[in-house]
């Protein structure tokens, strides 16, 4: 008795969820029905069928070869999917399918948005690229650079100096304002352990308060430094609008655009169900979602948001479209060329190291990494194509070259390396003709 109980609940389950993706469908053909075609990239190639269907077979082997729970992928190009399929199970504890209205965990694609929201308040004069962030957030007046000094004896020993100028909104931006994450070196995990961040409840005014006690990692603007400047960015938000991070968001970017399930806490037993989870082996990142979920009064600028790929493909398009959609312009041209070009590659006096994660021929923007050169390994791509990915492994292409988005949404650690840099390959395989034989640089 208990079994067919067991049978039935999963045959509901099954039911809702075709339900569900036949509303986001409908839904889907109207985003797309509506969305705008612009002409840049008009004469781009199109895909072959028969080179997508090998971006098929990449997934369908990664789910059955257990390295991946599910996976939802869609290519767009003019304005409408050329290739949309889903994958394996959202969560392979109840084996319920990946469908469309699955949500996933942004993690580092939050980043972007936040970095949108900022620019929209510069466009309208509210906020300047050259304010320092202490003009918002006087505990960043006098802040402290930490330098590991090691002498001739083998010997380290951490010394403190002044920081020769201020950070600056440029610098949150750019990931250049010295303020990093406790990965780059054992100094700075000591510090960052002993200054419990994120024990217990906190929100955005008191997370950028305690990294402020903290001593920046390299002076600002000299070194591009993953790390938390995008979570004291999304407090500059704050102070400035007048509103929470989420509120101001809602407001100005996801309501507009049509972003309905774009948040940064699910609120119904409904929603929870439809969240993707990782599987139980990727256990960084089981316990990075724990950690998510333990502070819902934290809206993480940085990576708290969770979302569908229909909504994420809305933001897409409109970055895709210039800064604007559906007739409605999100940022002024010279805000959206201004974000969209690389500002720490060769003359900027911008240094970085093996921790560059905009990876191998990409520069950086304003919360994008931008495409400047081949690099050393020629990955495929196009000069100016913005990209940007997440510890969780979702990722966004945008090509305005071939008039193209490409998004991955996963939730996955271990893999998302190899993974990553084979969607690269396969998306830009399938747009490859038969009398071109390379496209990354036209």
Same mark, same amino acid.
């Not at 308040?121 to 000094?149: C, F, H, N, Q």
């Not at 999100?330 to 560059?356: K, Q, R």
């Given at each position: 008795?208990?079994?067919?109980?067991?049978?039935?609940?999963?045959?509901?389950?099954?039911?809702? $969820? +075709?339900?569900?993706?036949?509303?986001?469908?409908?839904?889907?053909?109207?985003?797309?029905?509506?969305?705008?075609?612009?002409?840049?990239?008009?004469?781009?190639?199109? /895909?072959?069928?028969?080179?997508?269907?090998?971006?098929?077979?990449?997934?369908?082997?990664?789910?059955?070869?257990?390295?991946?729970?599910?996976?939802?992928?869609?290519?767009?190009?003019?304005?409408?999917?050329?290739?949309?399929?889903?994958?394996?199970?959202?969560?392979?504890?109840?084996?319920?399918?990946?469908?469309?209205?699955?949500?996933?965990?942004?993690?580092?694609?939050?980043?972007?948005?936040?970095?949108?929201?900022?620019?929209?308040?510069?466009?309208?004069?509210?906020?300047?690229?050259?304010? /320092?962030?202490?003009?918002?957030?006087?505990? +960043?007046?006098?802040?402290?650079?930490?330098?590991?000094?090691?002498?001739?004896?083998?010997?380290?020993?951490?010394?403190?100096?002044?920081?020769?100028? /201020?950070?600056?909104?440029?610098?949150?931006?750019?990931?250049?304002?010295?303020?990093?994450?406790?990965?780059?070196?054992?100094?700075?995990?000591?510090?960052?352990?002993?200054?419990?961040?994120?024990?217990?409840?906190?929100?955005?005014?008191?997370?950028?308060?305690?990294?402020? =006690?903290?001593?920046?990692? =390299?002076?600002?603007?000299?070194?591009?430094?993953?790390?938390?400047?995008?979570?004291?960015?999304?407090?500059?938000?704050?102070?400035?609008?007048?509103?929470?991070?989420?509120?101001?968001?809602?407001?100005?970017?996801?309501?507009?655009?049509?972003?309905?399930?774009?948040?940064?806490?699910?609120?119904?037993?409904?929603?929870? $169900?439809?969240?993707?989870?990782?599987? /139980?082996?990727?256990?960084?990142?089981?316990?990075?979602?724990?950690?998510?979920?333990?502070?819902?009064?934290?809206?993480?600028?940085?990576?708290?948001?969770?979302?569908?790929?229909?909504?994420?493909?809305?933001?897409?398009?409109?970055?895709?479209?210039?800064?604007?959609?559906?007739?409605?312009?999100?940022?002024?041209? $010279?805000?959206?060329?201004?974000?969209?070009?690389?500002?720490?590659?060769?003359?900027?006096?911008?240094?970085?190291?093996?921790?560059?994660?905009?990876?191998?021929?990409?520069?950086?923007?304003?919360?994008? $990494?931008? =495409?400047?050169?081949?690099?050393?390994?020629?990955?495929?791509?196009?000069?100016?194509?913005?990209?940007?990915?997440?510890?969780?492994?979702?990722?966004?292409?945008?090509?305005?070259?071939?008039?193209?988005?490409?998004?991955?949404?996963?939730?996955?650690?271990?893999?998302?390396?190899?993974?990553?840099?084979?969607?690269?390959?396969?998306?830009?395989?399938?747009?490859?003709?038969?009398?071109?034989?390379?496209?990354?640089?036209?």
């Amino acid at each position: 008795m208990s079994l067919l109980r067991s049978e039935i609940r999963k045959a509901n389950a099954l039911v809702g $969820a +075709y339900a569900r993706v036949c509303a986001l469908i409908v839904g889907l053909i109207g985003y797309f029905a509506n969305g705008s075609t612009t002409v840049i990239g008009a004469e781009a190639i199109a /895909p072959s069928t028969e080179k997508l269907d090998l971006l098929t077979d990449f997934f369908q082997n990664e789910v059955a070869s257990k390295r991946l729970p599910g996976a939802i992928v869609l290519i767009q190009q003019h304005g409408h999917p050329v290739y949309l399929k889903t994958f394996g199970v959202r969560d392979v504890g109840t084996d319920l399918p990946m469908t469309l209205d699955t949500m996933f965990a942004l993690h580092s694609m939050t980043k972007p948005v936040t970095s949108l929201a900022a620019m929209m308040l510069v466009d309208a004069g509210k906020l300047s690229l050259d304010d /320092p962030v202490s003009k918002y957030l006087p505990s +960043y007046a006098d802040i402290k650079v930490g330098t590991e000094r090691v002498d001739a004896q083998g010997k380290a020993s951490l010394e403190f100096v002044q920081a020769e100028r /201020p950070p600056t909104i440029r610098d949150l931006l750019l990931q250049t304002s010295g303020i990093a994450a406790d990965y780059v070196g054992d100094w700075v995990k000591k510090l960052y352990s002993e200054a419990h961040l994120l024990d217990g409840h906190f929100d955005n005014a008191e997370f950028a308060e305690r990294i402020a =006690r903290l001593p920046l990692t =390299r002076q600002p603007g000299t070194f591009w430094r993953y790390g938390h400047s995008t979570n004291v960015l999304g407090r500059v938000i704050e102070i400035v609008s007048g509103e929470t991070l989420y509120h101001f968001m809602r407001q100005r970017i996801f309501d507009p655009l049509g972003m309905r399930h774009t948040k940064f806490v699910l609120d119904t037993p409904e929603e929870r $169900a439809l969240k993707a989870e990782p599987l /139980p082996s990727d256990t960084i990142l089981v316990d990075e979602e724990r950690m998510r979920r333990a502070h819902p009064e934290w809206e993480s600028g940085g990576g708290g948001l969770v979302s569908t790929i229909v909504d994420y493909a809305r933001f897409a398009q409109m970055l895709l479209d210039g800064g604007q959609l559906d007739g409605k312009r999100y940022l002024s041209s $010279a805000a959206f060329e201004d974000m969209t070009t690389d500002h720490i590659g060769p003359g900027s006096g911008v240094g970085h190291d093996y921790f560059y994660f905009p990876g191998d021929g990409f520069g950086f923007g304003y919360g994008l $990494a931008v =495409r400047t050169g081949p690099g050393e390994t020629n990955q495929p791509g196009s000069i100016g194509e913005l990209k940007w990915d997440s510890g969780a492994g979702t990722y966004i292409g945008i090509d305005r070259k071939l008039d193209m988005i490409y998004i991955l949404m996963e939730q996955v650690d271990k893999e998302r390396g190899p993974i990553r840099v084979a969607l690269r390959k396969l998306v830009y395989d399938a747009f490859t003709s038969n009398d071109v034989e390379r496209i990354e640089h036209r």
